[in-house]
């Protein structure tokens, strides 16, 4: 409600609508009136969203509203089709939509796990130390994304991204290569805070990523990046369009669909649709790698996703080809002072990313760092946790210079 009371109306509109219409689809199942209510309800959603992304008069978003609408659409669908009963308790059913800690910006939660762990809730140990030190962790760890990487890696990319024509080519690649990691340790340190909260109150959120820089082709890149929303565009978009049932062709046009949906998704501007349809494209053509060496397909993977990330992140297709005009004619280092960073805070923020690439590495080969940490004596994880904490309270990126405006993900 700090962003305004009508945003809040917004969410108990969908709340309560989608759970009356879970309960009436019960009562009405296998015949036409239900199919009435789950499209009627279903619409309304999609409605909404489309309203506040597309109205140029709403200059921000009802908090968390793109990820409660695909909640509530895939639990209408689920109760419809039968894979789910319909949740009764209307403050379970309340707290499966408005969870706070995954409100804003997810994981995309299904209705029969998390609402399954409400029911189950009587069962978890309040004080559970196990419990609490992993959830701790997630925080800490979430903190130190955002607040060490993810907001240190903002300063340069923004002042590239802003006013890319006073910056040589250089810049402008070493800005979009930076923001690869800015968005990875932006929403991946949400996730794991929000998951770290979550765990304290004795539920388990779904996990939404997985070393996603370490895919060896698009496709293993979108099982591993936003799993919560991957997973749901599989099963409530490319699935009922006919998935790969229906021969070579429909296969990819329902493969195009789906991430031309998932870019509708993240925005309104035309470069979110291009950088939709180039995802779409990528594993439509990637078959023709696929035996290639695996570190060729690394490689190549990394660098399209890298380049895709440009389409994403600039304000308009006009700054893109005005940006990739500028890479091609004027490829030199111009203004490294201009993207407002110091030897100082270029080694903290080159120091994190290897941090990142490290961790996920080991985590690749089945090494758990939480685990390794879980041996080690209480004086030597004293020292850890202090060591960390106090990089981020002192080393955290904070004052008048830093853009306030959050997590990337919540203007989704």
Known sequence: MSFGTRY??????????????????????GKSLGRLIVTGVIALHILLLCFFKFDSRNLVLPVGISF?????????????????????????????????????????ERSDGFLKQLHSLENVTLFDLQRIRKGLQLILWGLFE???????????????????????????????????????????????????????????????FKRPY???????????????????????VYIPLGGNRKGKLRKHINMMLTFLVSGIW?????????????????????????KAPKLLRWFLTFCFIDASWMVFRV????????????????????????????????????????????KDILNEKGISLREQLGRQSWLVRALIYT???????????YGGAYDTSGFLYTQF
């Open 214 to 236: 370490l895919a060896i082709s698009v496709r293993d890149f979108w099982r591993r990046w936003h799993i919560s929303l991957s997973s749901w565009l599989r099963d409530y």
């Open 387 to 397: 060591a960390l904490l106090s990089g981020i309270v002192i080393l955290g990126v």
């Open 68 to 108: 409660y609408t695909f909640q509530a659409v895939g639990y209408l669908i689920d109760v419809y089709e039968g894979r789910v009963r319909p949740e009764h308790n209307v403050i379970f059913f309340g707290l499966f939509q408005s969870f706070f800690p995954k409100l804003v910006q997810g994981p995309i």
């Open 266 to 290: 993240h925005g309104t501007g035309f470069h979110f649709l291009a950088w939709g349809g180039m995802h779409g494209m990528a594993q439509i053509l990637e078959t023709k790698l696929s």
């Open 146 to 208: 955002k607040l060490m990487i993810a907001d240190r890696i903002a300063i340069p990319v923004n002042a590239v991204y802003k006013q890319f024509w006073a910056f040589g080519g250089v810049e402008i690649l070493l800005a979009t290569l930076l923001y690869a990691f800015q968005i990875y340790c932006d929403f991946a340190g949400y996730t794991n805070m929000a998951c770290g909260i979550a765990q304290l109150c004795g539920i388990e959120l779904t996990e939404n």
């Open 8 to 29: 809040a109306l917004v969410l108990l509109i969908s709340t309560a609508g989608t759970w009356l219409a879970g309960i009436f689809i019960e009562r009405c199942q």
């Open 315 to 358: 304000n308009s297709l006009g700054d893109l080809r005005g940006m990739l005009w500028v890479v091609i004619t004027d490829f030199r280092l111009r203004d490294p002072a201009g993207m407002e960073l110091g030897g100082f805070e270029w080694l903290l923020l080159l120091l994190g990313i290897l941090l990142i690439i490290g």
